[in-house]
């Protein structure tokens, strides 16, 4: 299989961290690729109409996008514990903590059009603030959540990259929280992040 990754993004590290946790990293061939709304990678939209990564081309089938999905398809493809629960409160709780971590990361990069990105004549201020708000009101979510200590699974797998990501562009810092800081220091140990560290910059 072959993933169409990019260094630089949470949801690309996310599919990777997830296949190393999973035992069949080494199943997968990484391709990266510089991607951006202003910046067209034609490789990229041959195989998903929005032009991002992550996607994963299997030897048999359509490519599967986005990182949720991928996921989702690789926790099929192994024979060890499963990273999805498949069912009752457990698959819930997985499916949330997922939401709100993708959503942390899709805030964080908006943010960034507001306060980097954006030509600085046509920054927002009132959007920058409303964002700041929701990342602040996530992290205030996150050191109260139970599920943290849940068995791995994938919420705690995109929380941790999305995390990760906050901190390599030096958004918003969730550091004075400090049970999530602790649980978030303990899992950045782990081989799979590790394996998978962020680099580069975004080319618009």
Known sequence: MI????????FARKTLVFAHEAGIADRLEILHHETSPTLRNDRVYAENPLGKVPVLLRTEGAPIFDSDVICAYLDTIHDGTKLIPESGDSWWQALTL?????GLAQTGIALRWETVRRPEPLRYGALRDGYNEKIEATYDWLE?????????HVGHIALATALSWMAFRALPSFRDRPRLTRWFDQFERR?????TPLSGDTHD
């Open 98 to 102: 997922q939401s709100v971590a993708q």
């Open 144 to 152: 109260t959540v139970p599920d943290l200590d849940a068995p791995l």
């Open 3 to 10: 993933l169409h990754y990019q260094t630089h993004s949470p």
């Open 191 to 195: 081989p799979s992040m590790r394996a």
